[in-house]
């Protein structure tokens, strides 16, 4: 029996070794590198955007290119967690700065949109009312407000922990509504919001709280 158990066991043991490994390097990496590649990358693309690397549509392919940076650290901020809890590789030191990038790109998507692609204050609301995947981009950027305002050590002791747990479940919602307003702004079918919305939904299905198992009754 013992030759067939060894190696189970060499291999239950290897999964942690691997996971502190990763996480020593982690710790190695300041959060501070995700605010500048954040910065980096969307400046570049505005460049792009200026110098026709873009294509022929550059307002459009910034504004989609800005939407698909704020829904992919979305995504990787929902991940944290069950990733964790998964395979012990933690990122929460990094979960702030991935937070406050994807809203910053989320704004720097608004705003392309708002003033670069309508050039009308007037249009804004009648788009909102309009077209539904419009309402659920906006609402999905306002629920996204008061997460990014509060994500910082002095809002943490003001509010409370209670109440900044509270505050930051809206982002639970705005991955949700930002999922389905790529769904809806999507041409025909489309693989990429499809795959959007179901790591969304995988990832807030893997935090609702497991069943309690229950002991049978004692004979």
């Known amino acids: 029996m013992t030759a067939w158990t060894l190696p189970n066991s060499i291999d239950a043991a290897r999964g942690p070794a ?68 998964l395979s012990g590789i933690s990122l929460l030191r990094f979960r702030r700065a991935i937070g406050v990038t994807c809203f910053g790109f989320a704004l720097a998507h608004l705003l392309v949109w708002a003033i670069l692609d309508l050039r009308s204050l007037g249009a804004i609301w009648t788009e909102i009312v309009k077209r539904p995947y419009v309402t659920a981009g906006i609402a999905a950027f306002l629920a996204l407000v008061l997460p990014a305002l509060t994500s910082n050590d002095m809002a943490l002791r003001r ?41 969304i939904l995988v990832l807030l299905a893997l935090r609702l709280p497991r069943p309690r198992r229950i002991a049978p009754p004692l004979a």
């Not at 959060?31 to 873009?54: D, E, S």
């Not at 290119?65 to 704020?70: C, E, K, N, T």
């Not at 769904?183 to 693989?191: Q, V, Y």
């Open 159 to 199: 509010l409370g922990a209670s109440a900044w747990r509270r505050i930051h479940l809206l982002v639970y919602p705005a991955a949700v509504l930002a999922a389905l307003h790529g769904l809806w702004i999507a041409k025909g079918f489309a693989l990429e919001p499809i795959i959007h919305m179901t790591l």
């Open 18 to 85: 691997i996971a502190d490994r990763l996480n020593a390097l982690l710790r190695r990496c300041p959060p501070l590198a995700i605010y500048a590649g954040g910065v980096a990358w969307a400046a570049w693309l505005f460049w792009l955007g200026l110098t026709g690397g873009l294509g022929p549509e550059p307002i459009n392919a910034l504004e989609r290119a800005y939407g698909d940076a704020a829904i992919t650290l979305l995504i990787a901020g929902l991940a944290v967690t069950p990733l964790r809890r």
